[in-house]
């Protein structure tokens, strides 16, 4: 087996792992991603207990029970970029040996569930709406930098989306990944499915305009027209498909839930969008620790 140099896989002097700062132990089956790192311990209040906390940088992660359930809530800040170390480091924890730095022979799949706010693209989703992503479309780019592929419906997908939206393949080559079926079905009664487009930044890419003129301004418009079958796109945000790819690619299954906080149709938002993560917190976390 192929050793994992030092440079590559870096492990501190507690036997932790660089950016999260956690021990192979610490990661529990099932594993809640939030990006704000405040909204960690608003997860873990709900344990019955929680036996291990660690915190580095944005990244702070709780291990405990719910029920019969082991979970982990870990932060992963903003963006795609910070989804590539998460998701790389926590499958290296539970799938590379840290003492030989070997890939173990028999792998992990976790279950990832992300818990976040998000920018509705349909009228009829309303702020404090919850969605469950079916698909995780990315024009932040980050799947391009590893080998990759599609299925036939993906592909059609993307070449009606990329007809659709005009959008520039210098500025973006979108990619996409289906959620995990086996845990989408939980997540039915309360939730809208859809497409969730995922963008490297609030503003600009996702078409807020404050002082800055865009490349595409059309493309906030075309988004919430477009249809590919029962598919439509019903939400903004800025991990779900580095998850969704990442995460299949590793061989994880992955969900991501969102709670709504901004109507850009009717440009709206939430009252109180502390209180519209919270109750998707409690109805989540009632759904992980029932199935
Ligand atoms: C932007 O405000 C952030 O909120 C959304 C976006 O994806 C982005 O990370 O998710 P979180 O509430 O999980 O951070
Ligand atoms: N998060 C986003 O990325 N966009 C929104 O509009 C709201 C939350």
């Keep these: 087996m192929q050793k994992i140099e030092e440079s590559e896989l870096i492990i501190n002097n507690r036997g932790a792992i660089y950016h999260l700062d956690m021990l192979p132990e610490d990661v529990a089956d099932t594993v809640i991603f939030v990006g704000d790192p405040g909204r960690v311990k608003e997860v873990s209040k709900h344990f019955d ?23 982990t809530v870990i932060s992963t800040g903003i963006g795609p970029d910070n989804i590539d170390i998460v998701l790389n ?8 040996d840290f003492k030989t730095r070997t890939i173990n022979t028999v792998l992990k799949h976790l279950n990832i569930i992300r818990i976040g706010t998000s920018g509705s693209l349909q009228k009829d989703i309303p702020v404090d709406g919850f969605v469950a992503s079916s698909h995780g479309l990315g024009i932040d780019n980050l799947l391009n930098f590893y080998t990759h592929g599609n299925n036939d419906e993906e592909q059609q997908i993307l070449q009606q ?9 210098s500025v973006s080559q979108p990619y996409i990944t289906g959620a995990s079926s086996g845990l989408l079905k939980h997540f039915v009664d309360g939730f809208h499915h859809g497409i969730t487009v995922t963008c490297p ?3 600009g890419p996702q078409g807020r305009v404050l002082r800055l003129g865009l490349t595409n301004p059309k ?15 019903t939400n903004f945000e800025m991990e779900t498909s580095a998850i969704y790819g990442l995460g299949k690619l590793l061989g994880h299954h992955c969900l991501s839930l969102n709670a709504i906080v901004a109507n850009r149709v009717e440009k ?6 502390q209180k519209a993560i919270e109750n998707l917190i409690v109805k989540a976390l009632g759904i992980i620790s029932s199935y």
Excluded: C, M, W, Y
């Design 89 to 96: 480091e926590l499958d290296a924890l539970v799938n590379i």
């Design 268 to 273: 709206t938002f939430s009252k109180d969008s």
């Design 49 to 71: 207990t929680v036996e291990v906390r660690n915190e580095h940088r944005e990244f702070i992660s709780h291990t405990g029970r719910l029920g019969n359930k082991r979970l």
């Design 201 to 203: 930044g609030f503003f």
């Design 219 to 233: 493309l906030i418009d075309r988004l919430p027209e477009f249809t590919f079958g029962q598919h439509r796109i």
């Design 161 to 169: 989306f990329i007809n659709h939206t005009q959008i520039d393949a």
